[in-house]
């Protein structure tokens, strides 16, 4: 006997929950073992893009079998046993075959992650059905506010579906390219509030009793006393402004507050070495993570990337940069200036580490669209040129890289000079 709607519309709501619980529950450690590979699963990607596609298309029209008169049981059935029996195990299976062995640890994250929030809308949108379909026969009625509930909720669903393609087209390399861009976004805009911070005005309201303390929930709010002051040799570097509200060098060795002078000192440091430590994202980008030309998706996903095994080290150091300078910033705000030196160290050695993994890693990028980029903003003109980005054709990164961290280590060795 062919199931009724309510049984299959709650069977499917089950169906959302069962596999959002499935993807929640972490992978044995070797999931697919020399044993089964004999029996090849099916290549994941196109597999994800195709079963997201078809996804697409039966909400479609589920939507608007929900919201049209008159509402007729029996097609909304066919649609959801479609759905049931091929399209959601399908998406949940392809998003389980991106193993992180073969597809990099956040690669499977986001794959599981992008999958459950499709299950999620699309929950939400059988729930909505469900609230419809109880009146039977011929006597349902929809009202205003559940056709602009479904159409909301389908909408969602289209952009899970949407969002589920475009991961799928973009693999693993432009995934994690796709996540360097947004780390690099991150830098700026650390380097732009870093840029407007002005230690003299701090300090002015730092003399204000009653502003004094109004500030330490937020990035540049007021700052404290140090425990431990760094010495008077960072105190000349201060520019003008600085030296005028600069305190003496007897102040500063007896633990009073830090100058302004050293402040600014400090500032224009970690701004010297941010503007080419920067540079190491959009030269990865271009010569470690742009996708090879004329590969089809579908044939590209057969095999695992040989890029594949770095990548999870790289994506790591990248995500940390943005992190230790909003550390060192953080410091520097708050007028420790031990702190904002160690943060400022551990910027740099990650920065070198992800050079390092990206050195180990081989070429797939085709570097034709040179690095442009790069040159945005430099304030080390003299030493920017010799970090410029690597040209096309023949692997120039690891030259570059070695180049590049020289650069990088003789300003953060002129912190001290």
């Given at each position: ?7 299959l ?34 290549a ?9 596609t ?45 193993i ?41 009625v ?42 690099l ?204 980005a ?11 890289a ?16």
């Amino acid at each position: 006997m062919p199931p009724t709607l309510p049984t299959l519309l709650e069977a499917t709501l089950k169906l959302t929950f069962q596999f959002t619980s499935t993807l929640s529950t972490p992978l044995p450690p070797q999931s697919l073992s020399d044993d089964n590979k004999k029996d090849k699963p099916p290549a994941p990607l196109p597999l994800l893009s195709t079963s997201a596609t078809a996804l697409k298309a039966q909400t479609t029209k589920l939507s608007l079998l929900a919201i049209n008169q008159p509402f007729t049981p029996s097609a909304v059935i066919t649609v959801l046993t479609a759905v049931n029996e091929t399209i959601l195990p399908s998406l949940v299976t392809a998003a389980l075959l991106t193993i992180p062995a073969e597809y990099t640890q956040a690669f499977h994250t986001e794959a599981e992650l992008l999958v459950k929030d499709v299950l999620r809308e699309f929950g939400s949108l059988i729930g909505i059905v469900k609230e419809i379909a109880r009146s039977d026969g011929q006597n349902v009625v929809v009202t205003e506010q559940q056709k602009a509930e479904v159409m909301s909720a389908t909408g969602r669903t289209f952009k899970g579906c949407e969002q589920l393609v475009t991961f799928a087209e973009e693999g693993v390399v432009g995934f994690v390219a796709g996540k360097a861009r947004q780390y690099l976004e991150l830098v700026r805009d650390g380097m732009r509030e870093l840029e407007e911070w002005d230690p003299e005005e701090e300090g002015d309201e730092g003399d204000d009793m009653f502003w004094g303390d109004g500030g330490d929930d937020g990035d540049d709010g007021g700052f404290g006393k140090l425990d431990k002051q760094e010495d008077e040799k960072g105190a000349g570097k201060g520019k003008g402004k600085g030296k005028a509200k600069a305190t003496s060098d007897d102040e500063d060795e007896d633990g009073g507050d830090v100058s302004i002078a050293t402040l600014s000192a400090e500032k224009s440091h970690l701004l010297r070495l941010l503007t080419p430590l920067s540079k190491i994202y959009p030269a990865i980008i271009t010569h470690r993570l742009k996708p090879k030309k004329n590969t089809p998706s579908s044939s590209k996903n057969e095999h695992p990337d040989p890029l594949t095994p770095h990548l999870d080290r790289l994506i790591q150091h990248l995500r940390d940069l943005p992190n230790l300078l909003d550390e060192a910033a953080g410091a520097l705000y708050d007028h420790d200036i031990e702190n904002a030196h160690t943060y400022t160290t551990k910027l740099c050695n990650c920065a070198f580490l992800a050079a390092k993994v990206a050195i180990g890693a081989p070429q797939v990028g085709t570097g034709d669209e040179g690095e442009n980029e790069e040159g945005k903003g430099d304030a080390e003109q003299e030493k920017g040129k010799k970090a410029a980005a690597p040209a096309a054709d023949e692997d120039k990164f690891p030259k570059w890289a070695e180049t590049w961290m020289k650069v990088v280590g003789e300003i953060a060795k002129s912190r001290a000079n």
